[in-house]
Structure formats: C-alpha cells, structure tokens
C-alpha cells in the first residue's frame, strides 16, 4: 500500500509533479490497488483544480467510476462534471454507469448517479437522465428521493420541455405530501426554481398544501425552513383569520438561531400583517401584538458578526419605513460603537434617522455630536448630515439641530466646517426666513470652504438673503476671482447668486454682474452655463420685472426624503426581504440576469406556426401605422421623411434651423461622443479630443484641436492608425487647419475612415475583439509626433439597411447558440430609457431597429423589446431589451455569430441607453 504522509492530509497531491506525470497518472489509474487508484484520481482532481488540462486522461479515469468505493466514485464523477462539456461524445460512455449506478443496492450511489447526471449540462446526457431520475422521485429511501427534487429543477434549466413531457412536475408536488420533511423541503426548492425560471407559478398552494408546508416547517433541515418560509411569502391567505393562523405557525421560526430563517419569518409575517390590515380594525390588536413580537428578533441580529449585522441592517431599513412603529422604542441599539466597521455605521445613522422622533432627539442630538468628533471623515461627515436631515425631518426640534451645528462650526474643524454648511442650507430650504440670524456665523468661515459643495452652498445663502447682508457683494467677489478655476456646481450658483445679488441692489453691482455673465458666456466651454448666462442676460436686458419674478420668486420648500423609497417600490422590496434585493434597494430585475432563456419554441411569444406567425406580423403592423398609406414600415426605417415633405415641422424649419445654425430638412447624424485623447504636456502645446461616429453612411474620425500653449500656429497635421479590428484607415493622412490654429484658439477637424484589409488584427480565438484605435499624429509644422489612444463607438459601424424581417429575425435568433449570447442590466437610466416608444427612436438615429415588443407572461408591467442591427461590414447583432414600468434600468441580452465583436455591440446599447 502507497503510504500517506504523516499529517493525513490531501495537500501533497498539489505538489509539483515531474515531466511524464501523464503516463505516471494512467499507469497508476489502472493499477489493481485500490489505495494507489484513489491517490490516482485524487492527483489528477488536484491537477484539474489548479488548471491544467487533464483532459487525456478522460477515459482512463473513466474506467475508474466501475467500483463500489463511493469515495472513487465522487472524485470520477467531480472530473466527469467538469470535462463533460469538452468532451460530450466520451462523457457518452459513462452513461451505462450512470443507469447502473441510478439501480444499485446503496441508496448514497443511487443519489450520486442521479446528481451527476443532472450536473453534466450535455443534451445527450439528459435523453438518459429521465428513466433514472422517474424511479429516484419515487424511491424507497429519502435521501434519493430529496436529491432526484433538486434534480428535476436543474434538469428543467437544461430541457424545460422534457420535464413537463414527464410530469416531473406534478411528482414534485407530489413529494410535497411526503413523509419526510427534508424531501418536502427540497420539493418545495425545486418548484420555486422551476418558477422563477418560467415565470409561471407553478407551486399553487392550496389548503391542503398549506397545510403540508406549515407541518413539515418545524421538523425539516434550517435551510429547508427557508425556502418552505420562501414559499409561504408569496402565498395570498384568504382573510385575515387565515394570515393570523399561518403567522401564529410561523412565529417560533423569529427564536431560531439561523439568522436566514429569522429573516424569513419576518418576511412572511410582515406581508400577511397586510392582509390583516385590511380586514379592519378589528384586527388592530393582533397587529400592534405582532408589532411588539418581530422586534427582539431583530435587536438579537445586530449582536452577531459584521457581516450579519450589515445584511439584518439593510433589511430593517426597509421594515422601518413600511412599519417603524416595530423599532420605534429600540432606536439605542442602532446608536454606534467604537469598534463598528464604517459600513456598519454608516447603516446605522439611516436607521437613526428613520426612528428619530421628538420623544428622543435630545439623546439622538448628543450621540451625533459625539459622532462628529471621531477620526473617520466619511462618518464624521455623515453624521453632520444626519443633524441636518434631523432638523428637516422634525420641524420642532429644529432650533436644537442648529444649535448644534453652530457648536461644530466652532470646532473650526475644515470638513465639519464644510458638512455644516451644505446641511444649513437644506434647512434654509425648508424653513425659509427663520433662522436667519447665523448667517454671520457662516460668512465668518468663508476661508474654511474650499470643497464645491460648500462653496456652492454658501454662494446660494448669500445670494438668497442679500438683503440682509451687508457685505454681500464682497462677499461674492471673493469668489468671482477664482470664477475660472471653480467647479461647474460653483459658477452655475455664483452666476445665479450674483443676479439675485443685482435685482436686490442694482445700483452697487451692476459691474459684478456684468463681469460675471461676460465670463458665463464668453469665457466659459461649459453649455449649461453659457446658456444660463445667456437667459438671465436676456431677461435683464428685456424685461427686470419679469427677471425679479423668475428668479426671485417664492420656491416650493423642499420635502423631507427620509422615507424615500415610492410605496410600490417598497412593497417589492419588502415581498425580497433576506435576498439581495433588500441589500441593494432594488428589484431583481434591476440587476439580476436571466441566465437561461425559455424554449426557443417560445421566443418572442410566437409559434413555430406560420399562419401565427403572420397574424402577428399584421397585428403589430397595425399597432405601428402612422397613416393607413404609409404601412407599418415608416415607424421603423422613417421613409416618409423627406426635405421636401410639406409638413408643419418643414414650414416652420427655416427659423429653427437659423436658432441651432442648421438647414431643416434630413435629420442631423448623430454626434460623435468626445474625450480628451492629448494633453498639452504630450503633444507640445496641443490639446486634442476625439470620437467617432457616422455621417452618410461613412465612417468619421472628429478632432478637436485646441493649441494651448504652442508659439507655432497648428496648421498641417499628419496621421496614421495602427492595425485594428476594425481594418480601419484614414481615406487622407493630411489634416489641413484653414485658418491655422493660434495659441489660445481651436479648430475642430474630421478625418473619414475607410476599410483596408491590410490594415485589419484579427482578435485571437475565444477573445473579444479590441475597441482600441491607435493613432500617430505629426505636428508637419514643428515636426512632433505624439500618440494617442482611443475606443471606436461600435455604433458608428451600424448601416442603415440592418431591419431584418421578423420571420428572419426569428429563426436567426434560435439558430445562434446559447454560447454566444451576452447578458448584462444596466442601471440608473434617464426616464426617456425606460420607455420603448423613445428607446427605439433613439436607437433609429444610430441604425439600430426595433423589430418586435411583447408583455412578459405572468410579470406585470414588465415589456420586451427586440432590435436588429447589422454592420457596413456584414456583422448581424440582434438584442432582445427587457424593461419594467416604474424601475429605471434594463436588462439586455445580445445574440450574435461575431462573438468577438459581440461585447462591442453590447457596450453600444448600455451607453445609448445611458444617454439622455
């Protein structure tokens, strides 16, 4: 027998084997000594985890799987899991093991054959999973049958089709009757899978059912507890006699010491209280009872770990704005200690703020005072704001929060100083002409402020309340000295307080706000500001009456945010307690990607029928008619726009074309995004911005040329790509500047880009192609030559014929592989993003085309939009964009042959979609 090392341990099969380990390893697999053959195989497990290809070895180890050792089998059928996809036709072999193992006497070789049959995600495998798995959902022993449940879940993931062809479904309700309360568990888990991949709810709870689940709740595993309280959540009862059975049930679950299961319980007691809320007040003592019980086991989560204590946190957030009269009497637990991390803390402070009221803000202003003197400035900073949110929040107590912010400013702490300030203008806001009087105090430490917050904040106190500052002018002079060099926050507030200051005491800053608006809108590349100076110029110069009712007007007094979440929102979120949802405060579809699509039979909601097929097309042709001439086309591709139409747009064009210093007629190509690509540093004295996009069908290279500091006028420039992706090359390598660029002045400067073969890098095999344009300028007068970088918008390669037919579209899309599709959700969008009406006229102007929108089955509010688009090159990319009303992001998934360019494509979509 091999000895073992002396410590018993597996670590020494990740040394380092000597050349020929292969041949060693397959001499040793067919060895007749047991010992040796399992320290075989555990070598070659340990090779393949730490990533070499081990692959070779595949039917040697193989062979292996033929013993009664469990041990040998676990590690044959880890390696069969992990090399299966590479090897499907070999992993064929194994399936006469499997079958025989899914039969064998032991009831743990039963469940692992079953297991691994249902890991190894080959289509031909699952042809035989079926057999064994119908006998292992209704065999004699427990443990088979709870994995066969999981089983089923995974092996619908693979063939949703095959598992209702067999009615594994309907057996999985089936062990839900069982006597085992583990296989209940697991019953229950694979039914939740199977229907939040479907989308269909496909667990139906009945009285009986109900009955099962609570039954099997009190003797099943603490995991199996949490999907069986999973379930529950989502159950509607009846009536309110219902939910307080189900709750009284549920309730021992809030003294388990699994923090999962506590957090679950608290989820379905908190959704059923809704029920119990609205049969009336009769039940207004049951509720205040339950309010009273859910609040120990919440305290009890913040005496565990960090980590724990941060999850149970984020989750009690969300309970203190849906109910805060549960934590209302606990807010000194939520009160920091010295050796909380910062995200503790920081969750902390929300929850202070929630449950502050006037019974307890004399306890909860000291602790934020001591909070202000700590070391952390993130936290320092927070709990300055928390003080202010107070005051807001609490209208009688906010004399007492200002008091202690002039005690902080007097610190003469700089980031305190600064919190302080931007925290009393909120309050200003909110309590317009109260507490005036400590304006002084502010104007004292105007030197302190240098962050553009504060600065702006203190800009907006002078300009508001000039009047009753003497020195206001001066004041903002100060500031005016340094109008360049500030923030755009900054100069957009001191061009706005300075007008204010002007309409207030015209005869003293009339030179002020002259120099200011010569700065706003001469001076300044900032289009905001410009075009604000612009308008107040306009106003002063036209009409001052109408100057002093725009901007000295009364303004809405700002609303306490304390309770920000929109109530649908929160009962979403609510319904996600202890999922990542109630981490993140947002709703799964904001971030989780669907990582399976429904059986391509389905895409689309469509049929494989033709005359279905038809039908729809003609329904959504209708749905999109402009007129009854024009057909569902001119929606799309915008044919009948022409510069000759006689429309209302064209007749009153020439004026608007005079305003933006264009001819009305065909629409404007799309701008080309800009970023900084030289610094003067570099390129000697020259300034240089550049991007891409596309203008009759021809590729442009834009180039904004800005001579900073360069003595020699730029008037001829050289340039030339390296070898791309793309194949791209400039159709001139000459850039004429006409008039040459002096210092201190720019010049913009377009440079097409044509196809050259010699030109193009292929990406290598399994990688993305590279967005990257590398580019060699020469500066032809002083004879520099600098470089620069820059990533191609993939959008600019888009052309206009890319619609394809749905009937194309549709088989396109089942033809291309589940490998090459692409998933991401993109989050924070403008408003005008998570509309399909506005998405697709945006993506019309860069030649990406909607072909198809349809509801989602069994998800209110939430609708699927599918684009084509196709490259100058030939490249087809298709997208299917799924939005849900009231959430701003969406989630996009992008099927394309070009896998390497398919990132690109992807990246495309995610920054149109993130424009406004």
Request: net charge negative; proline share 5%; charged share 25%.
């Amino acid at each position: 027998m091999a000895p073992k090392d002396q410590g018993g341990s597996d670590s020494r099969f990740f040394t380092t084997q000597k050349k020929g380990e292969l041949h060693e390893l397959r001499t040793e697999l067919h060895s007749t000594d047991r010992t040796t053959k399992v320290d075989a195989v555990k070598k070659v497990i340990a090779s393949m985890t730490v990533g070499k290809d081990v692959s070779g070895l595949f039917t040697d180890v193989l062979n292996c799987a033929q013993t009664g050792n469990i041990e040998l089998k676990k590690l044959v059928y880890l390696y069969l899991i992990n090399y299966a996809k590479s090897q499907p036709e070999l992993t064929l072999l194994a399936v006469n093991t499997f079958v025989k193992d899914a039969n064998d006497r032991n009831p743990l070789i039963r469940a692992l054959a079953v297991r691994t049959m249902g890991c190894i995600r080959v289509d031909r495998i699952t042809e035989y999973l079926c057999e064994p798995l119908g006998r292992a959902l209704r065999d004699d022993d427990p443990y088979v049958r709870k994995t066969a449940a999981v089983c089923v879940a995974k092996l619908y993931d693979i063939a949703p089709e095959l598992v209702q062809e067999r009615g594994f479904i309907e057996t999985l309700h089936d062990l839900i009757s069982d006597s085992n309360p583990s296989v209940v568990a697991n019953g229950v888990a694979a039914l939740s899978e199977i229907a939040e991949t479907s989308g269909r709810d496909v667990m139906k709870i009945s009285a009986s059912v109900l009955q099962k689940l609570l039954a099997a709740l009190n003797e099943c595993t603490e995991w199996g507890q949490v999907f069986i309280l999973d379930s529950l959540a989502k159950y509607v009862p009846g009536d309110a006699r219902e939910a307080e059975g189900i709750i009284e049930r549920v309730t021992p679950r809030l003294q388990h010491a699994n923090s999962a299961v506590v957090m679950s319980a608290v989820k379905v007691i908190l959704s059923y209280m809704d029920v119990m809320a609205a049969g009336g007040g009769a039940n207004a003592e049951n509720i205040r009872a339950l309010t009273r019980k859910l609040a120990p086991p919440l305290v009890t989560l913040l005496n565990s770990e960090p980590e724990i204590q941060y999850v149970a946190l984020r989750n009690i957030n969300l309970i203190v704005q849906k109910r805060p009269s549960i934590l209302e009497n606990e807010i000194k637990v939520f009160f920091c200690k010295y050796n909380d991390p910062i995200y503790v803390k920081m969750e902390k402070l929300e929850i202070i703020i929630k449950l502050v009221s006037e019974k307890n803000i004399d306890q909860v202003l000291l602790e934020l005072k001591e909070y202000a003197t700590e070391v952390d400035v993130d936290f320092v900073r927070k709990s300055v704001s928390a003080i202010g949110r107070c005051a807001v929040k609490l209208e009688r107590a906010a004399e007492r929060c200002i008091g202690v912010l002039l005690e902080l400013i007097q610190t003469k702490v700089n980031y305190v100083v600064q919190e302080s300030v931007i925290v009393i203008k909120d309050i200003f806001r909110r309590y317009p002409n109260r507490y005036e009087s400590i304006i002084a105090t502010l104007c004292d430490n105007l030197d302190t402020l240098d962050e553009p917050q504060a600065k702006a904040s203190m800009i907006w106190i002078i300009g508001e309340y000039a009047e009753r500052i003497d020195n206001a002018d001066e004041l903002l002079e100060t500031f005016l000295e340094t109008f360049e060099e500030e923030d755009p926050t900054v100069q957009l507030q001191l061009l706005t307080a300075t007008v204010k200051c002007f309409l207030k005491n015209p005869e003293e800053t009339q030179d002020m706000v002259q120099r200011v608006l010569d700065l706003a809108t001469e001076e300044s590349d900032n289009p905001d500001l410009r075009d604000r100076g612009f308008i107040y110029w306009r106003l002063l110069s036209t009409d001052p009456e109408a100057a002093k009712l725009v901007v000295l007007g009364d303004k809405p007094v700002i609303e306490d945010d304390t309770f920000r979440l929109e109530p649908n929102l929160l009962n979403v979120l609510v319904g996600q307690i202890a999922t990542l949802s109630s981490i993140y405060h947002k709703p799964p579809e904001a971030f989780v990607v669907r990582a399976k699509r429904s059986p391509t039979s389905d895409i689309m909601g469509m049929d494989d029928d033709e005359e279905d097929i038809e039908g729809e097309e003609e329904d959504y042709e209708d749905e999109n008619d402009v007129n009854n001439e024009g057909g569902g086309g001119d929606l799309l591709d915008m044919g009948g726009l022409s510069v000759n139409d006689n429309t209302p747009s064209s007749a009153n064009g020439a004026g608007m074309g005079d305003l933006f210093g264009g001819g009305g007629g065909a629409p404007a190509a799309p701008e080309a995004r800009m970023s900084k690509v030289c610094t003067p540093e570099k390129s000697g004295g020259i300034e240089l911005w550049a991007g891409f996009h596309q203008v009759g069908g021809a590729v442009k290279l834009e180039l904004d040329i800005r001579n900073v500091s360069s003595n020699v006028p730029v008037s001829n420039l050289a340039i030339q790509l390296n070898k791309n992706a793309f194949g791209f090359s400039p159709a001139s390598q000459q850039v004429v500047c006409n008039p040459p660029i002096p210092m201190g002045g720019s010049g913009k400067q377009t440079v097409e880009l044509v196809n050259n073969p010699n030109m193009l890098v292929q990406a290598p095999a399994g990688q993305p192609a590279s967005p990257q344009i590398q580019v060699a300028v020469k500066n032809m007068a002083t004879g520099l030559v600098f470089y620069f970088a820059a990533n191609f918008a993939f959008e600019a390669l888009f052309s206009s014929d890319g619609a394809l037919e749905r009937a194309a579209f549709i088989e396109s899309w089942k033809s291309i592989d589940d490998q090459k599709e692409l998933f991401s959700t993109v989050s924070d969008l403008p408003p005008s993003s998570t509309d399909i009406d506005q998405v697709a006229a945006k993506f019309q102007g860069y030649n990406i085309f909607l072909i198809a929108r349809r509801p989602v089955p069994n998800a209110v509010g939430q609708e699927v939009a599918y684009f084509s688009m196709k490259t100058t090159t030939g490249m087809i990319f298709m997208a299917e964009l799924t939005f849900k009303q009231g959430v701003n992001a969406a989630k996009v998934c992008l099927k394309t042959e070009k896998i390497a360019f398919g990132m690109q494509a992807k990246v495309a979509l995610e920054t149109l979609l993130r424009s406004a």
